[in-house]
């Protein structure tokens, strides 16, 4: 599916990603430039007791700076923040986190939702976010938040994904920008950057 042109550069990335998204990051972030111009966020469907786990299997495979998520801290350019296990992740105005333990959303915390439609709320235009694989609807009503404020929505290829549901359940209900195979979705990243 072929882009419409959204000229504005990007100001941050946010993955989203459940059941069967891990293939996918480690086929992306070894593929990274390491002159990425934006802060990357991941949220992923974890059990708590992996939470260090994704961070350092993540860290081996890219020259970015890969960290998990603190309280309060400022999403700046060339990193990598992912959200802590059982903490949903919200991006405030002034571009820092906050990491809430309210209910799970969509059976889910941290939950896709929670952390795009702040953010589409806080970069707009200059928001660009990525659903991957998943078994369920996390990430649905986050990508629309982000059509409405002018973000730009990627979806992996249902036909690409490990579980297909959350991918095709965006597809279903969200206009988006492109529909990537996982195999291209680092290259597209890399273009980001111009």
């Known amino acids: 599916m072929a882009e419409t042109v959204n000229p504005k550069p990007c100001g941050a990335l946010i993955i989203g990603g459940s059941a069967g998204s891990l293939d996918v ?16 966020v991941l949220v992923v469907h974890r059990k708590a007791s992996n939470e260090s786990l994704l961070t350092d299997l993540l860290k081996s495979r890219t020259t970015l700076a890969v960290s ?18 059982d903490y949903h992740m919200l991006v405030e105005q002034d571009q820092s986190i906050s990491l809430d333990y309210s209910e799970k959303v969509n059976y889910s915390r941290p939950s ?5 439609q702040s953010a589409a709320e806080v970069y707009k235009e200059k928001l660009v976010c990525i659903l991957l694989s998943g078994s ?32 095709q359940q965006a597809v279903l209900n969200v206009k988006p920008h492109v ?9 597209y990243i890399n273009k980001l950057n111009d």
């Open 25 to 40: 990051l480690l086929e992306i972030f070894p593929a990274l430039r390491n002159d990425i111009s934006f802060p990357i």
């Open 68 to 85: 998990e998520a603190e309280e309060k801290e400022f999403l700046s350019s060339g990193k990598v923040f992912i959200a802590p296990a």
């Open 112 to 116: 896709i939702d929670v952390t795009f």
């Open 136 to 167: 369920n609807a996390d990430g649905v009503e986050g990508l629309k938040s982000v059509n409405n404020f002018g973000g730009r929505v990627v979806i992996q290829n249902p036909n690409t994904a490990i579980m297909p549901y959350m991918p």
């Open 179 to 187: 529909l990537l195979d996982s195999h291209d979705m680092a290259d």
